[in-house]
C-alpha cells in the first residue's frame, strides 16, 4: 500500500460519534430496562437520580476504555477503534476513569435543577465554569481539532482514539490557538453569571422567582419552573396573531398529572406572586412526572390553560392591588 493511502493511526471524527451513539443506545437501554423496576425510586431521587446513570456509565466507559477491555466499548469494538495512550497501550483504569469523567461531568450537570439559593451564590460561577466552558470546549475540540482529534477529556490524560492494527504513527501538537480559545471558553463562561444574576434581581424575574418557590411549597411539586412569551400564528386567512402567556413546568411527586384542579390551584399561586400574568392571554401549566437518570429518561406531561382574568376573582385583594388594578374598593363586612 502507498504511503499516501496508509491508514491513520488517530480516528476518524465520524467513527467516535457512531461509537458513542452505539454506546449511549446501549446504556439507554440499560436505563430504560431499570428504570421499568425502580420507577418510583428515581421519581422520588429527583435531581439526584442524574448521578445514577453517571455511575453506570462512567463504570462502563472506565472499564471498557481501560486495558481491562483493550481500550473497547461495544461501540468502539464495532468500529475497530480503541482507546490508548501516547506509548499506544491501553489506560489504567484509573486514568480512563479520570478520562470519561472530565467527558462526562459538563454533560450530567447541564439541564439539573439548582434551588434558588444555590443560583444566586458565588457557586453559580463554578457550575458556569464547569458546565457551558466545559460543554464548549469538548464540543469545539471534538470538531476542529483536526490534527490530535483529541477532545478536551483526551487532552487531559493524553489519550488518543485509534484506528486497531494500525502502526503508530508521529501525530503533531495540539495547535496552540486551540488553548487560547478553550481558555476563552471557561473565561466568558464564568462571566456570564454576572449579566444573570443582575437580571435576577430585577422585574419581572422576582416575581417570577417569587411564583416558583410558592409553587415548590405545595406538598405534591417536586420541582417548578415559571416563564413568560408570546407565540405569533399566521395563516392565510387570518392573517398574523400573537398571544401573549405565562407557562409554569411543574415536576409532581406522583402521577397526578391530568388533576385540573391541582393546575388551577398553581395558576391561582402564580397570579398571586405574578400580578403581571393577568394582562397576559394565556396561563399554561405542564404537570410533569417521570424521571431522568442521564442515561434514560420517561416523562408523561399534561397541559392546561387558563384565562387568568377568570382567575382574577380567587386572588387576594393585596396581589390584585400591587398591579394598581382591579382594587377592591368595598367596605369591609
Known amino acids: 500500500m502507498s504511503e499516501g493511502k496508509q491508514q ?11 461509537a458513542l451513539v452505539i454506546d449511549s443506545i446501549l446504556l439507554g437501554i440499560v436505563g430504560q430496562c431499570i428504570g421499568l423496576i425502580l420507577e418510583t425510586t428515581f421519581v422520588a431521587m429527583g435531581n439526584w437520580g442524574r448521578f445514577v446513570g453517571f455511575f453506570i456509565a462512567l463504570a462502563y466507559f472506565g472499564i471498557f476504555n481501560s486495558k481491562l477491555v483493550n481500550g473497547q466499548t461495544f461501540g468502539k469494538k464495532i468500529l475497530n477503534i480503541r482507546v490508548v495512550g501516547s ?10 476513569i479520570a478520562r470519561y469523567s472530565v467527558l ?16 444566586t451564590s458565588f457557586l453559580i460561577y463554578i457550575l458556569a465554569m464547569i458546565v457551558f466552558g466545559g460543554l464548549a470546549s469538548v464540543i469545539y475540540l471534538y470538531i476542529f481539532n483536526r490534527v490530535t482529534r483529541q477532545s478536551l477529556h483526551d487532552i487531559a490524560v493524553g489519550s488518543y482514539v485509534v484506528n486497531v492494527g494500525v502502526e503508530q504513527q508521529f501525530v503533531e501538537s495540539v495547535w496552540k490557538p486551540h488553548f487560547v480559545i478553550v481558555a476563552l471558553f471557561f473565561i466568558t463562561a464564568a462571566v456570564v453569571p454576572v449579566f444573570t444574576l443582575n437580571m435576577a434581581e430585577q422585574e419581572p424575574f422576582v416575581n417570577l422567582m417569587a411564583s416558583r ?18 407565540s405569533i400564528f399566521t395563516s392565510s386567512d387570518s392573517g398574523t396573531t400573537e398571544t401573549t402567556y405565562t407557562s409554569a413546568k411543574v415536576t409532581l411527586l406522583k402521577n397526578d398529572i391530568a388533576n385540573e384542579e391541582l393546575a388551577r390551584l398553581l395558576a391561582i399561586s402564580i397570579v398571586d406572586n405574578y400580578p403581571e400574568s393577568i394582562q397576559k392571554d394565556v396561563m399554561q401549566i405542564h404537570l410533569v412526572y417521570g424521571f431522568d437518570i442521564g442515561i434514560a429518561s420517561r416523562w408523561n406531561t399534561h397541559s392546561h390553560r387558563f384565562n387568568p382574568r377568570e382567575l382574577r376573582s380567587e386572588r387576594s385583594p393585596v396581589a390584585v392591588d400591587s398591579i394598581g388594578t382591579d382594587v377592591d374598593h368595598s367596605t369591609p363586612q
Open 8 to 18: 491513520r493511526w488517530i480516528s476518524g471524527f465520524w467513527r467516535r460519534i457512531i
Open 87 to 96: 506509548n499506544n497501550e491501553p489506560l489504567e483504569v484509573p486514568k480512563s
Open 104 to 119: 462526562a461531568i459538563p454533560f450530567s450537570l447541564n439541564g439539573m435543577q439548582f434551588p434558588d439559593e444555590f443560583l
Open 213 to 230: 418557590k410558592a409553587l415548590m411549597e405545595y406538598p405534591s411539586v417536586q420541582f417548578a419552573g415559571v416563564s413568560y412569551g408570546k
